[in-house]
């Protein structure tokens, strides 16, 4: 039997499978390898720089939800020097395509950091985050509004030539006029969604439980409103589109396929079993195999017939 063709097609790049993992749940390259070779993924994605190192917000940081789980990390990350200089060159050594998330509070923060990424190295393309919830200026203001998104798309689209994934924020009343903002800024690729704001209250001590109050929702809680967003961009822009919230098993990865998206991302599932993103990746061709697909991307957006 032949097997099944699991490349995936996102813009001008070319993916041997579509699982790749998402920002913020996969450190830089390195914290899984002990339980995999990451190279056997389609992709990973680095959690999000920022131009000048960040300590991020007060503890507590996480906090378990039914079905899911905050956190309020608040861009925690090196800086971009910092990740340019030791990072860079030790995620190079694991052979794998990675996507450098970045995030900012100016569009000045956007564009140095897009001209600063080298364009002939191990990263493939640059997520550009307008979509964080955890931190008080930029961040989600950046991905509520449509004129800004669109101006950082354009601020960084003019300062690199790597392939642009603009990463949408679901804290929105119309996802849609986000994705056709961005679309219109330059973005090759949508990637969704990013965590959905909420809160909890330790009722003992009567304070909300997180330093931060707030905190990005995200894992299997957020699954619906996540297929619900992919299925309306797919239908309404011509972008591919990456699918994440919630994937912890190969029939949620489908979903979203099904839904529109050329490739997924998994993200809070890897915290709960590192070997997620594996499982997923045979599951997609067992999948195909039984369902008589000879390649992945032939299950693309089959909701929508
Ligand atoms: C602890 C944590 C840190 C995150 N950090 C980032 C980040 O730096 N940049 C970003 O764009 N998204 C970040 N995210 C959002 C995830 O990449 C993803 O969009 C979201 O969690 C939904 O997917 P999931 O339900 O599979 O986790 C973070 C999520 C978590 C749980």
């Known amino acids: 039997m032949k097997p099944v063709d699991l490349t995936t097609r996102l813009a001008g790049l070319t993916l041997k499978n579509p699982v790749m993992t998402a920002s913020g749940t996969y450190g ?28 991020g917000n007060p503890a507590p940081r996480v906090v378990e939800t039914p079905s899911g789980m905050l956190n309020a990390v608040g861009l ?9 200089t030791t990072y860079l060159p030790r995620l190079e050594k694991l052979k794998t395509p ?37 931190i008080k200026q930029g961040g989600l203001a950046f991905g509520t509004d449509p004129k800004s998104a669109e101006a ?45 704001l909420g809160m909890r209250i330790d009722i003992k001590t009567r304070k909300p439980v997180l330093g931060n109050i ?13 297929v619900r967003m992919v299925y ?23 979903e979203f396929m099904l839904a529109g998206a050329s490739a997924v991302s998994v993200g809070t599932a890897n ?9 997923i990746i045979d599951g997609l061709a067992e999948y195909c195999r039984q369902n008589g697909f000879t390649a992945v991307r032939e299950i693309v957006g089959l909701a929508h017939r």
């Open 28 to 55: 830089f390259g390195e914290e899984y390898a002990a339980f995999y070779d990451p190279s056997r993924l389609g992709a990973i994605t680095v959690k999000g720089i920022t131009p000048l190192p960040r300590r």
């Open 152 to 196: 950082v798309l354009s601020a960084t689209r003019k300062n690199t030539k790597l392939p642009l994934i603009a990463k949408l924020s679901p804290n929105v009343t119309d996802i849609v006029t986000l994705a056709k903002a961005v679309e219109n800024g330059g973005a090759d690729i949508i990637s969704l969604i990013n965590t959905l």
């Open 271 to 279: 915290f709960v079993n590192p070997l997620a993103p594996l499982e």
């Open 214 to 226: 707030m905190g990005g929702l995200s894992g299997p809680a957020v699954l619906p409103v996540a």
């Open 98 to 134: 990675v996507i450098v998330n970045i995030s900012g509070f100016s569009l000045d923060d956007y564009a140095l950091m897009a001209a600063a990424l080298p364009e002939d190295s191990c990263i493939a393309a640059v997520e550009v985050n307008i979509s964080c919830p955890n």
């Open 76 to 84: 925690e990350n090196p800086g971009l020097d910092e990740f340019l």
């Open 232 to 254: 309306q961009v797919y239908q309404a822009v011509r972008l591919p589109i990456i699918g994440m919230g919630g994937i912890s098993t190969w029939q949620d990865a489908v």
